[in-house]
């Protein structure tokens, strides 16, 4: 059976011409986390901005900045969502996002491993694949600031950088062009179990899951879940065919998220590259 699913992998790789490696995913990841704690406008996310900058333009994509300041309970807050597009011919375009923010916990060091290094982990290696890819489409990746919530989450408290860019999007035309927006988020941890999140677009949503069946990935997405909100939220409310992957159940009643215990060790190759996988053969579905 393992060796099964290693040879579907495989031939799924050689046809999308791409190799997504879960152990580099991982080393970005680790890199994202090592300037430490990174809440929106700190040093330490300055720090990681630049660090994605500069790794994506080591590949063939076109890079802007979509900085804004946010209104949040302790203050005007500059944000800066990053957006990588890598150009195609067809006029639509598939969007892959996650959030690379942690959640501002002052008194505590929470280093957000999983819950903002993990979906900054998987975006990068995707921009370090993609240009060995053949696709149609546009195909973007957007790095979100500003998804935590600083006080108790609520509409206006959370998804800043998503949020602005949906509007953004839906004034410049951009967002007509969308096939599809998925969104990664909390997804390395080494007991890997994706929930259905059932505020997501039904169709996406079977789509994904059954790629992942035939990749031979079936136990790690479930068939149960519930509905939470996300950074495809904005999304959806603009009509965008959306899908929000996370795995909700972190530790032992999800006792690592939110704490300090959401560190690198909590975290898997495998699991990395599971969702990385899954993702490059859906972009290829959606094309057909």
């Given at each position: 059976?393992?060796?099964?699913?290693?040879?579907?992998?495989?031939?799924?790789?050689?046809?999308?011409?791409?190799?997504?490696?879960?152990?580099?995913?991982?080393?970005?990841?680790r890199k994202a986390v090592a300037f430490g704690p990174r809440p929106p406008g700190s040093p330490a996310i300055h720090k990681l901005q630049a660090f994605i900058e500069t790794q994506l333009k080591s590949t063939r994509c076109e890079i802007s900045s979509d900085a804004f300041t946010a209104a949040t309970p302790v203050g005007n807050v500059s944000m800066q969502n990053i957006i990588a597009k890598f150009p195609g011919k067809s006029g639509r375009a598939t969007v892959i996002t996650g959030h690379y923010?942690?959640?501002?916990?002052?008194?505590?060091?929470?280093?957000?491993?999983?819950?903002?290094?993990?979906?900054?982990?998987?975006?990068?290696?995707?921009?370090?694949?993609?240009?060995?890819?053949?696709?149609?489409?546009?195909?973007?990746?957007?790095?979100?600031?500003?998804?935590?919530?600083?006080?108790?989450?609520?509409?206006?408290?959370?998804?800043?950088?998503?949020?602005?860019?949906?509007?953004?999007?839906?004034?410049?035309?951009?967002?007509?062009?969308?096939?599809?927006?998925?969104?990664?988020?909390?997804?390395?941890?080494?007991?890997?179990?994706?929930?259905?999140?059932?505020?997501?677009?039904?169709?996406?949503?079977?789509?994904?899951?059954?790629?992942?069946?035939?990749?031979?990935?079936?136990?790690?997405?479930?068939?149960?879940?519930?509905?939470?909100?996300?950074?495809?939220?904005?999304?959806?409310?603009?009509?965008?065919?959306?899908?929000?992957?996370?795995?909700?159940?972190?530790?032992?009643?999800?006792?690592?998220?939110?704490?300090?215990?959401?560190?690198?060790?909590?975290?898997?190759?495998?699991?990395?590259?599971?969702?990385?996988?899954?993702?490059?053969?859906?972009?290829?579905?959606?094309?057909?």
């Open positions: 059976m393992q060796r099964s699913k290693a040879w579907l992998v495989l031939w799924a790789s050689l046809a999308l011409g791409a190799d997504f490696s879960g152990t580099s995913a991982l080393e970005y990841t923010d942690s959640k501002s916990m002052p008194g505590k060091i929470f280093l957000g491993a999983n819950d903002g290094g993990s979906s900054t982990g998987v975006l990068l290696e995707l921009a370090r694949v993609l240009p060995r890819t053949s696709h149609g489409d546009d195909i973007y990746l957007v790095f979100f600031d500003g998804e935590e919530a600083y006080g108790q989450w609520s509409e206006a408290d959370s998804l800043y950088g998503s949020r602005h860019l949906a509007d953004r999007w839906s004034k410049d035309g951009t967002l007509a062009k969308i096939r599809a927006l998925i969104n990664v988020d909390m997804i390395g941890d080494k007991d890997l179990g994706i929930l259905q999140e059932m505020n997501s677009s039904p169709s996406l949503r079977l789509l994904v899951w059954d790629t992942a069946r035939e990749l031979g990935y079936g136990n790690y997405f479930l068939n149960s879940g519930f509905a939470t909100e996300d950074d495809h939220m904005p999304f959806l409310q603009h009509g965008v065919n959306a899908l929000d992957l996370i795995d909700f159940d972190y530790g032992p009643n999800n006792e690592n998220w939110h704490t300090e215990k959401d560190t690198m060790d909590k975290l898997s190759a495998h699991s990395l590259e599971v969702v990385g996988n899954v993702l490059l053969n859906v972009i290829h579905k959606l094309e057909k």
